[in-house]
């Protein structure tokens, strides 16, 4: 489904404040796969995101898409295919139109005709989906998205991304600007939707227990690798406590082999 | 008078149209306009002092106008410069071309040809003033434009050009080039400053190339006292707002331009009582936001 090969990304090349964001990263994600992705701070989780959907090409490595090598599309084509929900709710949603606008422009992928397509049948279709939202979305429709709380704008995002079907979803910490309470509301509700459209997902928390929680398979970043893959039966078993003991475990290895390479020079 | 004032605010409201999409819908500053109004103008006093169609003449404003404003916009999207300096690009060269449309003069007069208003006088025979004819025409005229506006921005193309302004993201994340939408919008945008020219050229009876010195800031100044008028999100009044500032506007010029001496004011003055209107707009626009902020602090009541 998505193939990452050999992926590198070196910002700032040539320069003494050169940063290796992605070093080397080799992903084979699997139709169907829902993938939580955990790692600190600068451990390259954005980056890798930021590759997948195109916004600037890598500087080694191959992106396949469906089978197809992607590395070369810019983001607007691939976004033909992804789905990405951003952590600040405002990036999803056009705040200074309604929401049956914003659920028109994001209802069909690609490049937009001259047709006027919000009509009577496509309002009462909006109004089905919105209504399972349980937030009175369907009684707003013709007010502006910039009315709507970050919960309910998060949450409409997710919708109206779920309703253009692509076939693979990035949620980049969608929740993390979101209160508890509508952070949980939308956590459940993204893994209703992919469960419900069998959707492709890859989802970057900064959170252990829901990374652990959630999803199907687990990566775990660090400087810009991934040190841990795990899916099936042991990541059903993973607890945060073995999570944060696999860490230490690597981590130390690689220190390890620092100290190695330090001594050899 | 009250005619002339009504006639001009409708002619100079199809710029403003113009502006309004650039300045408003897209959020891409374009200064092209001061070059593209003139543009306008001396295509079509060319075409019609050539015995063109004054009809076709105003087509081909549009035409030239939408030419203008793809420059602008390729110069932005493809050299990566910024909107602000694109647009002042295109502008100082549309100087020169607009002397060269004119024939290498700086102006040309359209004494005694046939321009879409003696047309319309024609049509509409002796029993009505000059001034009622024009105001007829030009009512309908800025009428049709905006009702076909209204509907372009009712299409999906049209939606999501009002969404690129608001958040290029989420226009990219949905698949769609915003290069290209830049180029649709700042084109159109042209479009109808280029067709404003042709009119205004017609209407004053001579195309000059200075026609539109200062033309930008007076579409501003329309479509930010427009917004003072009535607050919507509804496409049909946001374009009628515009139509509505456009008329304001030219009337606070007449008043300036008429009655300014009481006050000493020269009509020289009147390019520093445009940008000052555009900064008392500015300034009350920052003053009702304050007073948002201030109410948001009190504690909201009757929200679950």
Redesign the interface.
Known sequence: MIRLEHLSKVFQVGTPNENPAIRDVNLNVKEGDFITIIGSNGSGKYTLFNLIAGTYPPTEGKVFIQGKNTTKE????R??YI??I?QDP?????????LE??M???Y???????????NARIREFFRENLEPLQMGLEERMKD?VGLLSGGQRQALTLLMMVL?KPALILLDEHTAALDPKNAQIVLDLTTRFVEEYRLTTMMVTHNMSHAIKYGTRLLMMDSGEVILDVEGEEKRTLTVEKLVDKFHEIRNKSFASDEALLSND | MIEGILVEGLLYSVMALGVFITFRILDFPDLTVDGSFPLGAAIAATLITHGVSPWLALLVAFAGGVAAGCVTATIHNKLKVPNLLAGILTMTMLWSINIRVLGNRANLPLIRKTTVLTQVKDLFGPGFTNAWTYLIFFVVVALVIKFLLDLFFRTDLGLTLGAMGNNQQMVTTQGVNIEYMKLIGVGLSNGLVGLAGGFAAQYQGFADVSLGQGIIIAGLASVMIGEFIVKSNRISILTLRVILGSILFRGLMYLGRYYGYTINLTPNDLKLITGLLIILSLVVTQLKKKKKWTALEEPEKGKS
């Open positions: 810019p983001e607007y084509k976004a033909r789905g990405r951003f405002l990036l999803g949603t056009a705040s200074n139109m309604t606008d914003n028109m422009i994001t069909k992928k690609g490049f937009k005709g001259l047709r006027i397509s919000l502006n253009s």
